[in-house]
């Protein structure tokens, strides 16, 4: 079995949530790794892979916000 | 990690060089008693392992070695374990002493290194380096266990968090459900500002905003008395269950109270009597110095009787003597009487003495008249007639004289023979069967007082088994104090309407709350619903529904973690449970998270109640199986296993099931170290039931000959007893 | 004509006076006067004449007599006359015993040779008989002292043991028990 990192793990728990995947309208077939994850179109997806990878590399709550803030913006 | 070996240098109460243990790779135990050296071995290897100090402290050096040493000589400490982790290695940790005075030393600076082999070559390396590396603070944490005590690792409410940390599936979930909270309040204020300067909605907003923020704050505080009924609520359920096990206790105890103040009564009732009658006295007070007298009573009396008998016959004798001489003289009187010429004495017609004289001397006879010459034959006839009668009275006077005599003669003037025989018939008939009655009274006596005495025996005994049962008792119901247990327990009775009350209330204040927070999303959804001008607007409103949504993911993927780790954990500890129980009642250990994030370590039945308060055995069963269960999850994670070591006492387990324990967990593929109080009765130890055991047995025992009041006679002696 | 009993009664036996510490201290308030509350100080007996007693008894009942040292330097004599002894308040479960002076009298008769007859008769005087009792009542009191003192020497606690005195006595039973096994045993009935 491939390793799975902890990112990844983290982005499954997520995601894998019904409620989530009413709400955001996918599937768990489109939830891959988490570079798979920041590609995505469903603005849901990518939201919570961007959030998880960016706090894993050390961003600060008010950098990630203002990052958050203006994606979901664009994109919701 | 596996211990290889350990020895330990004038450290504490473990003077010299030849302090030395050598592991297995399972389970080694080392056998003391209270006070023979077992904390000092744990905090002999918790200095070694503390990576935080850096200086020798002097009152870490053994008296005994420190009372040796001359003035200007030195010696050293140390601390020194060899392992097996990725390779052998060990660390040492020692520092010099020197005596510089009577009462005055000085200590050089602390050494902490470190052996690795390297390929084939020994390197050395730093020790704090080493054991940061091989031996960190946290696993150290769940590895040695100085008490019992500390065997509750979820006591500290940090470690479970660590271990989900560390040992979950995923980490680091804290940070990101902060995030994500933040993120969503700050979207929602953005999205609310925006709606307020919006022209058509911002009114309704506004009116919205204000009962939204109303109605939210409501919440919190009915949210904050929830929580303090729910935890006075909690106190009063403590408080009764304590009063509950109490009150069993309590009617327990006032049962053996009324039970032993029975037996006292009668304890001291039996004392009373057997005390009531004082021997020494009664050979006095009741006369029982005569046991022996009868004997001599007869004595008594038949020599008063001989006596009476023999006075009396001399007094018949005596009497017959003076009736005979009486009567001689009786016998002479009437000779006498009859002597004069066969005539009697003068007849009564004739004339006395008197007249007789008379006539003599008158001449003249008074009877006839005719006168009397003298000389004639009828005057000489008179005359002798006088002179008889004069000499009769004489010898009659004489006779008398004698007789009277005769009569007073007394043969025994003194009584004092008829004193004994009445002191003698006063001491016979009822006075007599007393004195012969004595001994069997004294006999019975006896009996009885022995008797009594078997009796108070038994109740004596019964007391005793009394105060046993109270002592044992009192141990159960643990601090409660006698006072506490006599009170009467009406507090239960009010303790429970107040908690009847609270519970109510409780009720109350979670209805309003439903119905509050219904009316909250009402208003957001009230709220949510305006349609604002302005895209903007609904832009970030879009935007604070992703974020809300994705916070409230993140909080739920955190509590699944969680769930899964804990139900993992109680998986895994539940198979050692069972090994370690084989088939002794064991129960199933839950994992239950309270309120405030922290998880209690909970034994449940088979029928789903709580067992509240297991035994002490339970417990260490408990946690060691936990214990095992964490390590699991290194050996999982980290690919490398570390020892367990601590301090049971598994007396509570009774003699049974000792060497099955210990067997057992020497089965387990797990190196563990146990310091343990069992196999030694009174000071010995038990070396048949050691021979039962499969692992390796060290014997800690504090020499003999020391003097407790002195710390420098004090060492502590390591020997192997079982390979 | 004066009573014998009456006039023994009067008279106060003599003792020797080494046994006052040995003995008689030792297990009465001997000295102390008879108004003390004797139990406070835990000895055995009240008066000092309830040893004499005592020791009377263990003479008469091994029949053995000791003679008093000739010295009278080296004798006292007891503070009470006889017809005192046995009179006691009954406080503290003692009870008054007086009937007691009548058997000690009684036995002194019996095992003196008196000529009684011969003091009816008055050719002795009834002093004389008085002393001879005096005399034999000394000798028997004196055996039981020696065997007191005796004892106390061999084991100082003796007579501290609850039936100690009591066993005393009660050993002479057993030695008439076993003169009376040669008689036939009596009928039950």
Same mark, same amino acid.
């Given at each position: 079995?491939?390793?799975?990192?902890?990112?990844?793990?983290?982005?499954?728990?997520?995601?894998?949530?019904?409620?989530?995947?009413?709400?955001?309208?996918?599937?768990?077939?489109?939830?891959?790794?988490?570079?798979?994850?920041?590609?995505?179109?469903?603005?849901?997806?990518? =939201?919570? =892979?961007?959030?998880?990878?960016?706090?894993?590399?050390? =961003?600060?709550?008010?950098?990630?916000?203002?990052?958050?803030?203006?994606?979901?913006?664009?994109?919701? | 990690?596996?211990?290889?070996?350990?020895?330990?240098?004038?450290?504490?109460?473990?003077?010299?060089?030849?302090?030395?243990?050598?592991?297995?790779?399972?389970?080694?135990?080392?056998?003391?008693?209270?006070?023979?050296?077992?904390?000092?071995?744990?905090?002999?290897?918790?200095?070694?392992?503390?990576?935080?100090?850096?200086?020798?402290?002097?009152?870490?050096?053994?008296?005994?070695?420190?009372?040796?040493?001359?003035?200007?000589?030195?010696?050293?400490?140390?601390?020194?374990?060899?392992?097996?982790?990725?390779?052998?290695?060990?660390?040492?940790?020692?520092?010099?002493?020197?005596?510089?005075?009577?009462?005055?030393?000085?200590?050089?600076?602390?050494?902490?290194?470190?052996?690795?082999?390297?390929?084939?070559?020994?390197?050395?390396?730093?020790?704090?380096?080493?054991?940061?590396?091989?031996?960190?603070?946290?696993?150290?944490?769940?590895?040695?266990?100085?008490?019992?005590?500390?065997?509750?690792?979820?006591?500290?409410?940090?470690?479970?968090?660590?271990?989900?940390?560390?040992?979950?599936?995923?980490?680091?979930?804290?940070?990101?459900?902060?995030?994500?909270?933040?993120?969503?309040?700050?979207?929602?204020?953005?999205?609310?500002?925006?709606?307020?300067?919006?022209?058509?909605?911002?009114?309704?907003?506004?009116?919205?905003?204000?009962?939204?923020?109303?109605?939210?704050?409501?919440?919190?505080?009915?949210?904050?008395?929830?929580?303090?009924?729910?935890?006075?609520?909690?106190?009063?359920?403590?408080?009764?269950?304590?009063?509950?096990?109490?009150?069993?206790?309590?009617?327990?105890?006032?049962?053996?109270?009324?039970?032993?103040?029975?037996?006292?009564?009668?304890?001291?009732?039996?004392?009373?009597?057997?005390?009531?009658?004082?021997?020494?006295?009664?050979?006095?007070?009741?006369?029982?110095?005569?046991?022996?007298?009868?004997?001599?009573?007869?004595?008594?009396?038949?020599?008063?009787?001989?006596?009476?008998?023999?006075?009396?016959?001399?007094?018949?004798?005596?009497?017959?003597?003076?009736?005979?001489?009486?009567?001689?003289?009786?016998?002479?009187?009437?000779?006498?009487?009859?002597?004069?010429?066969?005539?009697?004495?003068?007849?009564?017609?004739?004339?006395?003495?008197?007249?007789?004289?008379?006539?003599?001397?008158?001449?003249?006879?008074?009877?006839?008249?005719?006168?009397?010459?003298?000389?004639?034959?009828?005057?000489?006839?008179?005359?002798?007639?006088?002179?008889?009668?004069?000499?009769?009275?004489?010898?009659?006077?004489?006779?008398?004289?004698?007789?009277?005599?005769?009569?007073?003669?007394?043969?025994?003037?003194?009584?004092?023979?008829?004193?004994?025989?009445?002191?003698?018939?006063?001491?016979?008939?009822?006075?007599?069967?007393?004195?012969?009655?004595?001994?069997?009274?004294?006999?019975?006596?006896?009996?009885?007082?022995?008797?009594?005495?078997?009796?108070?025996?038994?109740?004596?005994?019964?007391?005793?088994?009394?105060?046993?049962?109270?002592?044992?008792?009192?141990?159960?119901?643990?601090?409660?104090?006698?006072?506490?247990?006599?009170?009467?327990?009406?507090?239960?009775?009010?303790?429970?309407?107040?908690?009847?009350?609270?519970?109510?209330?409780?009720?109350?204040?979670?209805?309003?709350?439903?119905?509050?927070?219904?009316?909250?999303?009402?208003?957001?959804?009230?709220?949510?619903?305006?349609?604002?001008?302005?895209?903007?607007?609904?832009?970030?409103?879009?935007?604070? &529904?992703?974020? @809300?949504?994705?916070?409230?993911?993140?909080?739920?993927?955190?509590?699944?973690?969680?769930?899964?780790?804990?139900?993992?954990?109680?998986?895994?500890?539940?198979?050692?449970?069972?090994?370690?129980?084989?088939?002794?009642?064991?129960? &199933?250990?839950?994992?239950?998270?309270?309120?405030?994030?922290?998880?209690?370590?909970?034994?449940?039945?088979?029928?789903?109640?709580?067992?509240?308060?297991?035994?002490?055995?339970?417990?260490?069963?408990?946690?060691?199986?936990?214990?095992?269960?964490?390590?699991?999850?290194?050996?999982?994670? &980290?690919?490398?296993?570390?020892?367990?070591?601590? @301090?049971?006492?598994?007396?509570?387990?009774?003699?049974?099931?000792?060497?099955?324990?210990?067997?057992?967990?020497?089965?387990?593929?797990?190196?563990?170290?146990?310091?343990?109080?069992?196999?030694?009765?009174?000071?010995?130890?038990?070396?048949?039931?050691?021979?039962?055991?499969?692992?390796?047995?060290?014997?800690?025992?504090?020499?003999?000959?020391?003097?407790?009041?002195?710390?420098?006679?004090?060492?502590?002696?390591?020997?192997?007893?079982?390979? | 004509?004066?009573? *014998?009993?009456?006039?023994?009664?009067?008279?106060?036996?003599? /003792?020797?006076?080494?046994?006052?510490?040995?003995?008689?201290?030792?297990?009465?308030?001997?000295?102390?006067?008879?108004?003390?509350?004797?139990?406070?100080?835990?000895?055995?007996?009240?008066?000092?004449?309830?040893?004499?007693? *005592?020791? /009377?008894?263990?003479?008469?009942?091994?029949?053995?007599?000791?003679?008093?040292?000739?010295?009278?330097?080296?004798?006292?004599?007891?503070?009470?006359?006889?017809?005192?002894?046995?009179?006691?308040?009954?406080?503290?479960?003692?009870?008054?015993?007086?009937?007691?002076?009548?058997?000690?009298?009684?036995?002194?008769?019996?095992?003196?040779?008196?000529?009684?007859?011969?003091?009816?008769?008055?050719?002795?005087?009834?002093?004389?008989?008085?002393?001879?009792?005096?005399?034999?009542?000394?000798?028997?009191?004196?055996?039981?002292?020696?065997?007191?003192?005796?004892?106390?020497?061999?084991?100082?606690?003796? /007579?501290?043991?609850?039936?100690? /005195?009591?066993?005393?006595?009660?050993?002479?039973?057993?030695?008439?028990?076993?003169?009376?096994?040669?008689?036939?045993?009596?009928?039950?009935?």
């Amino acid at each position: 079995m491939a390793y799975i990192n902890n990112t990844d793990k983290m982005l499954h728990a997520v995601l894998m949530n019904e409620r989530l995947m009413e709400f955001g309208k996918y599937d768990h077939s489109e939830i891959g790794t988490i570079y798979q994850a920041l590609d995505s179109d469903n603005h849901v997806i990518n =939201a919570v =892979a961007q959030i998880i990878k960016r706090t894993e590399e050390g =961003a600060s709550e008010k950098e990630l916000w203002k990052e958050i803030n203006e994606y979901l913006k664009r994109n919701v | 990690m596996i211990i290889k070996e350990i020895k330990i240098k004038n450290f504490r109460s473990y003077y010299g060089d030849n302090n030395f243990f050598k592991f297995s790779d399972g389970l080694t135990l080392i056998l003391g008693e209270n006070g023979d050296g077992k904390t000092t071995f744990f905090e002999a290897l918790q200095w070694l392992f503390n990576t935080t100090i850096d200086k020798g402290n002097i009152e870490s050096v053994s008296e005994m070695r420190k009372s040796k040493l001359e003035i200007g000589e030195h010696d050293e400490v140390s601390v020194y374990m060899s392992f097996e982790h990725d390779g052998i290695k060990s660390v040492e940790k020692s520092f010099t002493f020197e005596r510089t005075g009577e009462y005055t030393y000085k200590v050089g600076p602390l050494i902490f290194r470190g052996y690795e082999t390297n390929g084939s070559e020994r390197v050395q390396v730093n020790g704090k380096y080493l054991i940061d590396r091989c031996y960190d603070a946290f696993i150290q944490r769940f590895s040695l266990f100085k008490g019992e005590s500390e065997l509750n690792v979820f006591n500290d409410r940090t470690a479970l968090k660590q271990l989900v940390d560390k040992f979950s599936d995923i980490r680091k979930f804290d940070e990101l459900v902060e995030f994500t909270k933040a993120f969503e309040e700050k979207s929602n204020a953005a999205y609310l500002k925006e709606m307020r300067s919006d022209d058509r909605v911002s009114r309704e907003a506004k009116i919205l905003e204000n009962r939204i923020m109303d109605v939210s704050q409501k919440i919190t505080e009915n949210r904050r008395d929830i929580r303090e009924i729910e935890s006075s609520i909690e106190v009063f359920s403590m408080k009764l269950e304590e009063l509950e096990a109490n009150q069993e206790t309590s009617e327990r105890y006032k049962e053996i109270e009324a039970r032993r103040k029975t037996q006292e009564e009668k304890r001291n009732k039996f004392k009373a009597l057997i005390s009531s009658v004082d021997y020494n006295h009664s050979l006095l007070d009741k006369q029982w110095i005569l046991c022996a007298f009868p004997d001599i009573l007869k004595e008594f009396k038949d020599k008063c009787s001989a006596l009476s008998k023999e006075k009396r016959k001399l007094e018949r004798d005596f009497d017959k003597k003076q009736a005979e001489e009486l009567g001689k003289l009786k016998a002479v009187e009437e000779i006498q009487n009859t002597l004069v010429n066969g005539t009697a004495g003068l007849p009564w017609y004739l004339p006395n003495q008197e007249t007789l004289e008379e006539m003599l001397s008158d001449r003249i006879c008074k009877v006839c008249g005719r006168p009397i010459e003298e000389d004639s034959d009828a005057y000489n006839f008179m005359v002798a007639k006088l002179e008889d009668y004069k000499r009769h009275v004489a010898m009659k006077l004489k006779n008398e004289t004698e007789a009277q005599q005769i009569q007073e003669q007394i043969l025994f003037p003194n009584s004092h023979i008829e004193d004994l025989h009445n002191l003698s018939i006063s001491l016979s008939g009822s006075n007599q069967s007393f004195v012969s009655g004595i001994a069997q009274e004294i006999v019975d006596r006896r009996e009885l007082v022995d008797r009594y005495r078997s009796e108070l025996k038994t109740v004596e005994d019964k007391l005793q088994d009394i105060q046993d049962e109270k002592a044992r008792l009192l141990i159960q119901a643990g601090n409660v104090s006698e006072a506490v247990l006599e009170k009467d327990f009406n507090d239960i009775r009010g303790l429970f309407k107040q908690k009847g009350k609270a519970e109510v209330r409780l009720a109350e204040l979670k209805a309003e709350l439903a119905s509050k927070e219904a009316t909250l999303k009402s208003l957001k959804d009230e709220l949510d619903a305006l349609d604002p001008n302005s895209s903007q607007v609904r832009v970030m409103r879009d935007v604070h &529904r992703v974020l @809300d949504e994705i916070s409230k993911a993140f909080g739920h993927a955190k509590e699944e973690n969680l769930r899964r780790f804990l139900s993992e954990m109680e998986e895994k500890a539940n198979e050692y449970l069972e090994t370690l129980s084989a088939t002794d009642f064991h129960g &199933r250990i839950r994992l239950v998270q309270t309120a405030n994030e922290s998880t209690e370590i909970k034994l449940f039945s088979s029928n789903g109640t709580e067992i509240s308060k297991p035994s002490g055995s339970q417990k260490t069963v408990m946690y060691i199986s936990i214990l095992f269960a964490i390590s699991d999850f290194t050996q999982e994670k &980290r690919d490398e296993d570390y020892p367990l070591i601590f @301090d049971a006492a598994t007396s509570s387990f009774g003699d049974v099931k000792e060497d099955y324990f210990y067997n057992v967990i020497n089965s387990i593929k797990k190196q563990c170290i146990i310091v343990t109080k069992d196999f030694i009765t009174k000071g010995k130890v038990r070396l048949s039931d050691v021979e039962r055991l499969n692992c390796p047995v060290y014997r800690i025992k504090k020499a003999d000959g020391f003097d407790a009041n002195n710390l420098a006679t004090i060492r502590t002696t390591v020997d192997k007893i079982k390979e | 004509m004066e009573n *014998i009993y009456e006039l023994w009664a009067k008279r106060n036996p003599e /003792f020797e006076k080494r046994y006052q510490d040995t003995v008689l201290s030792v297990f009465s308030d001997y000295g102390k006067g008879v108004s003390q509350y004797n139990d406070i100080r835990g000895k055995i007996f009240g008066a000092g004449y309830e040893v004499y007693i *005592i020791a /009377f008894f263990i003479g008469l009942y091994y029949n053995q007599t000791k003679p008093l040292v000739e010295d009278t330097a080296k004798r006292k004599v007891l503070g009470q006359p006889i017809m005192y002894w046995g009179n006691i308040e009954e406080r503290a479960g003692r009870k008054a015993y007086g009937k007691i002076r009548e058997y000690i009298f009684a036995a002194l008769v019996a095992r003196t040779d008196i000529d009684w007859i011969a003091l009816d008769k008055e050719e002795i005087t009834a002093q004389s008989v008085v002393k001879t009792l005096i005399d034999k009542m000394e000798e028997y009191a004196n055996f039981g002292f020696d065997f007191i003192l005796d004892k106390l020497e061999q084991d100082p606690n003796y /007579f501290f043991k609850e039936s100690a /005195f009591l066993n005393v006595f009660t050993s002479f039973l057993v030695n008439e028990n076993n003169e009376d096994d040669s008689d036939e045993p009596d009928d039950l009935d």
